[in-house]
């Protein structure tokens, strides 16, 4: 039984890693096809060509203009998916067409439309405008993940982690040792976990990046919305320095930490990870140090997911996991992402009935 909400967007790839050629990626176990149109829009349909199945994405199929041409026996599509010609015959059976994906591209993302193509509401895409704003500077990168996508969505949601396993990088004693708050907007569809730190170490990450020495005051706001947008909002000041009365924050710097968590099978996830910042933005050398730090810290979570990964397949059924006050938010995604695989699920039994 699948695990992964159908019915819903899911970023597919960053906007820069599609051009005029054929690019291939595996998305909630659906592989999929991917060129950048002579007009320049991303197109998206099934990699697998309708005839035998060649992947349209290997060699020797090709682009040519806007077409794609199977490599195996030379079955032709156009851009929608529909086939324009076939060999040996100059009529196209009426089933001849690739299944065509809804592709939106914002905020430097690609997403797809995983499920029925009649349902595909552009407008409920969650937003990440910082990340192609000319007020921030984003350093950004993908991680493959030989891990089930639920396991990075607890590992995000509870942040009490960095204290153990970025410790050196983005963990600080303070991290694990202050209590979290956990809402839920169940209309918006969102989970809000904050943490505020008024008096805590101020780790590399951000002591380098941002000068600051001393003690800090450090805020972690995370706002996720399942299945696939994950923002944290963290707040690095001086102690003591809060944000005015009309809201402005002069003295505070602000990082903007963006994952996008897409199942690429049921047990393989693209970790797509971004930090936009606020200040130093054209400083080159905090964009590489922040890429590297950043970098690490997320493969640090893919090695101690990727043994979770393997711990799971391997257990006998029934292990019971216990939870604790910082799980309230990985709790919450976890029954909001259950109840979005309930609905798909309905859905697909109503159309297959
Ligand atoms: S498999 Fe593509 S044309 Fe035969
Ligand atoms: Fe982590």
Redesign the pocket.
């Known amino acids: 039984m699948s695990t992964i909400p159908r019915n819903q967007w899911y970023v597919a790839a960053y906007g820069r890693e599609i051009g005029h050629d054929l690019f291939s990626r595996t998305i909630c176990g659906e592989s999929v096809l991917f060129w950048r149109t002579e007009s320049g829009d991303v197109t998206a349909v099934s990699d697998r060509?309708?005839?035998?199945?060649?992947p349209?994405s290997q060699a020797p199929?090709r682009l040519v203009d806007d077409q794609v041409v199977?490599?195996?026996?030379?079955?032709t599509y156009g851009a929608d998916g529909r086939c324009v010609a076939?060999?040996g015959q100059t009529r196209i059976p009426r089933t001849a067409r690739l299944t065509s994906y809804p592709v939106v591209e914002q905020d430097s993302f690609v997403w797809i439309w995983i499920g029925d193509p009649a349902r595909a509401d552009s407008t409920r895409i969650p937003r990440a405008p910082w990340l192609d704003s000319p007020d921030y500077t984003t350093v950004s990168g993908m991680e493959p993940l030989q891990a089930r996508f639920g396991l990075l969505v607890d590992n995000l949601l509870d942040l009490s982690h960095e204290t153990y396993l970025h410790g050196g990088y983005i963990g600080t004693p303070e991290v694990a040792g202050t209590p979290i708050t956990t809402e839920v907007d169940e209309e918006a569809g969102i989970v809000y976990v904050s943490r505020h730190m008024d008096d805590a170490e101020c780790p590399p990450f951000y002591s380098k990046s941002t000068g600051l020495s001393g003690r800090i005051t450090r805020w972690q706001d995370i706002e996720y919305t399942p299945p696939c947008l994950y923002k944290l909002h963290s707040r690095i000041a001086p102690v003591g320095v809060l944000p005015n009365a009309d809201g402005t924050d002069p003295d505070a710097f602000h990082v903007e930490v963006v994952y996008a968590i897409t199942p690429e099978t049921e047990n393989s996830t693209h970790d797509f990870w971004a930090v936009a910042r606020d200040f130093a933005l054209d400083d080159e050398s905090v964009s590489d140090f922040l890429r590297e730090s950043n970098r690490t810290v997320v493969l640090q979570d893919v090695a101690a997911l990727d043994v979770l990964e393997q711990v799971i397949a391997t257990e006998p059924e029934g292990y019971q996991e216990l939870s604790i006050n910082i799980d309230t938010g990985g709790l919450a995604a976890r029954r909001m992402l259950a109840a979005q695989l309930a609905q798909s699920a309905d859905r697909t039994a109503v159309a297959g009935s």
């Not at 060509?49 to 060649?54: E, S």
């Not at 199977?70 to 079955?75: A, S, T, V």
């Open positions: 060509c309708v005839h035998r199945r060649f349209l199929s199977c490599g195996y026996h030379g079955f076939v060999p």
